[in-house]
């Protein structure tokens, strides 16, 4: 299984981590930083490249892993697909409806394996969320993203690169409530600027309500100038079920008047990578949870819900 990465800034380090542990070594780098590049390939012991293109022409990996932020993202995912390599990509997978289509589609057409690097659906207690729900319906989700940015993350406070916190990181809330809820048919989201001075040129706070195609309701609050004891979770409620996913690790609630309380130990991040090497290794796309044209449903929400920050207005997902 030849292996190369398109971006190694901050997640792949991760996503390398994790191929270690598998003991699946990495074959090409490819940056758009030469230095960095190198200094990657070095410690992988691994050919680097700057052009995608030349990477995936020379190469011809069997997997790439897409790492770079959603304004940077073009042809790269679309281009590895059509090489014949599996593809696994960082959210958010595009920060544009149109970029996204064009690698769903080249992904569709190639049949390639493909799994974007949603962490939170591969955890323990969104497995054991799962079992304990089973068939029961859901009605409302309520989810959180509260953090404190930095100027470690040079980036990502440029609404240009970024395109804000809702599609860059609480994106994160907005996939998982989709995967307990289902698709999501309009939003309303409302936000404010100017509430610190140095983390971000978008919306620092803002709240998103959105409804299902079920006919279930939701609720996502997201802030970037602030921490908090639990920076992410997420709440789902049903007729007698409570739920709450303090992630990566914890799971309380109620159902039908039994108390639950589980302490997971695998937070998603090494099961997501493992998950997507067992899934190429078998050529077997059931193995994946996340995939590519799921992800662009994820996407598509909160994209309409920056459309909606804009015009104040309910605006439909469209993708």
């Not at 769903?104 to 591969?122: H, L, P």
């Not at 395109?163 to 809330?173: A, L, R, S």
Request: glycine share 8%.
């Amino acid at each position: 299984m030849k292996i190369a990465f398109i971006g190694v800034g901050g997640i792949a380090g991760n996503y390398r981590g994790s191929l270690r542990r598998l003991q699946r070594p990495i074959a090409a780098i490819c940056d758009i930083n030469a230095d960095r590049a190198a200094s990657v390939a070095n410690d992988e012991n691994a050919t680097a490249y700057t052009d995608h293109q030349d990477m995936l022409q020379k190469e011809k990996p069997d997997v790439v892993f897409t790492c770079i932020p959603p304004g940077a993202h073009d042809t790269q995912v679309a281009d590895a697909a059509k090489s014949g390599a599996a593809v696994f990509v960082a959210k958010p997978v595009a920060q544009d409806l149109t970029t996204g289509k064009n690698a769903r589609d080249a992904i569709i057409d190639s049949g390639v394996i493909n799994q974007v690097g949603y962490m939170a659906r591969y955890s323990d207690i969104t497995d054991k969320a799962k079992e304990l729900v089973s068939d029961r319906e859901l009605s409302m989700g309520i989810g959180r993203f509260l953090a404190r940015m930095g100027a470690s993350h040079p980036w990502w406070g440029k609404f240009e690169v970024s395109i804000g916190q809702m599609v860059e990181q609480t994106t994160h809330v907005f996939d998982l409530i989709r995967y307990f809820l289902g698709d999501v048919e309009s939003v309303q989201a409302f936000g404010i600027k100017g509430v610190s001075d140095d983390i971000a040129d978008f919306e620092e706070c803002t709240v998103c309500n959105l409804k299902f195609e079920s006919g279930a309701v939701a609720s996502i609050t997201s802030t970037c100038v602030a921490r908090a004891h639990e920076n992410f979770a997420t709440e789902l409620v049903g007729d007698d079920i409570y739920l709450k996913l303090t992630h990566d690790l914890g799971l309380r609630g109620q159902i039908a008047g039994e108390g639950i309380e589980y302490n997971g130990s695998e937070a998603g991040y090494f099961r997501q990578v493992e998950q997507f090497v067992k899934a190429v290794a078998a050529n077997d796309q059931e193995l994946v949870r996340s995939s590519y044209s799921d992800a662009f449903k994820t996407l598509a929400v909160t994209l309409a819900a920056n459309r909606s920050l804009e015009t104040g207005q309910i605006e439909q997902v469209v993708e």
